[in-house]
């Protein structure tokens, strides 16, 4: 049986959290949720996860420098990223994505069942990454 993979969601609203780490677990995967910035910084690097899903505006730390500080370290720097957030502003998109986002998702564009389909693509697109990194160092 296959390992599932293991998703972050850091999300501050209670609702929107509980609808998609039930619809990610119905998917498959093993979630765990952080209500804070910072809880989510700390459970990014006990769990190390496959793929994160980061709400932009949290308490405790923000998205964008939570994000920052996952790509400063060794260890979660590779980790895939999915913004998952209601501002559409262009300047936080940039910026998001200048920090080597894999995607952005404005949740009121996006039902549970697509939120799915992105996690699926993001984990995908990683293990080809991962194996072409692979076939690489054994050439």
Known sequence: MAIQARVLLIEDHADVADLYQLKLQLE?????????????LALANSLLP????????LPEMDGLDLLARLRAQDE????????????ENPELMTAAEELGTSG???????????LAEVVSSALTQREQTASLGADRQAS
């Open 28 to 40: 498959g995967y093993r979630v765990a949720v952080a209500r804070t910035g910072a809880a989510g």
């Open 50 to 57: 496959d793929l994160i899903l980061l709400d932009l505006h």
């Open 76 to 87: 979660t720097r590779g980790t895939p990223v999915v913004v998952i957030t209601e501002d």
């Open 104 to 114: 952005y998702i404005i949740k009121a564009l996006t039902l549970p069942k697509r």
